[in-house]
């Protein structure tokens, strides 16, 4: 069985280098050639992504420097802390479209890992959340898309992260939300306040979580959440995603 797999593996490996050396992959950003190691973007690309360095540390708004929001100081979220890669805007907004409208962009496999990596520095001196749970998707959402965009971002993150577990089935929603753009805050929360529902309360009873979601906008679907689940028994609630739509960039056409 070893041999077999090792053989795969070899010949995987084989394959990858014969294609680099004939058929390189191209930066889909500034279609350089890529080097065999690097997937998707090329380290200067890599590195100019908008990523969020000084930010509120609840809401991962970015600031100055690190410290607690207007927002975050008047109205606390349940959340504990946000983690967000990086801000919404180009590249990272068309990367975004990508992941959820196409069920293996490679953009997702790309932007979890370099979240993973984020999240490993974030963590250093504190324990993960044991359990992440993707934000979850209303049904017919699911039919039309064909899957959750957040979950498969949420089981790369688990299988990058040691003693973390991906668990789908804890809640659901119970409403399909409408768009954003379309609503104030008053308008947003209380359209929230009854989204989310759990079930199997006992299995996160006492414990860390972590929620995932591709980006969040206001904050308010994550705060819903994190509402539902606190209330449910959970000791905490983080939120990790891939971007975070910053108040000077409200007024984009995303939907919850
Ligand atoms: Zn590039
Ligand atoms: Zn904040």
Redesign the pocket.
């Known amino acids: 069985m070893s041999v077999s797999f090792n053989s795969q593996l070899f010949f995987k490996i084989a394959l990858k280098k014969l294609k680099h050396q004939f058929l390189p992959s191209r930066c889909s950003l500034c279609l350089e050639p890529l080097l065999l190691a690097q997937e998707l973007y090329c380290l200067n690309c890599e590195t100019s992504l908008p990523y969020i360095d000084q ?7 970015p ?1 100055p420097q690190s410290s ?6 008047k109205n606390p ?1 349940y959340f504990s802390r ?1 983690i967000a890669l990086c801000d919404y805007q180009y590249p990272i907004s068309t990367a975004l479209k990508n992941i959820k409208q196409t069920l293996h962009a490679p953009e997702t496999k790309k932007l979890s890992a370099l979240l993973a990596k984020r999240l490993k520095r974030a963590y250093r001196a504190q324990t993960l959340p044991s359990i992440v749970i993707p934000i979850p998707a209303h049904p017919l959402k699911i039919l039309r898309r064909g899957f959750n965009q957040s979950a498969l971002i949420a089981h790369r993150l688990c299988s990058e992260l040691s003693m973390t577990h991906l668990h789908q089935g804890i809640c659901y929603r119970t409403q399909l939300g409408k768009p954003q753009k379309t609503q104030n805050r008053a308008q947003r929360l209380k359209l929230l306040s009854h989204t989310f529902a759990v079930r199997n309360s006992e299995l996160i009873e006492g414990k860390s979580l972590a929620i995932v979601d591709d980006i969040t906008t206001t ?1 308010a679907t994550a705060n819903a959440l994190s509402k539902c689940l606190v209330e449910a028994g959970a000791k905490s609630v983080d939120l990790w995603c891939i971007a975070k739509t910053s108040w000077h960039n409200q007024s984009s056409s995303i939907k919850i």
Not at 55 to 61: I, K, L, N
Not at 68 to 73: A, K
């Open positions: 930010a509120c540390v609840r809401c991962s708004e600031l607690t929001c207007p927002n975050c100081q979220p946000c904050g």
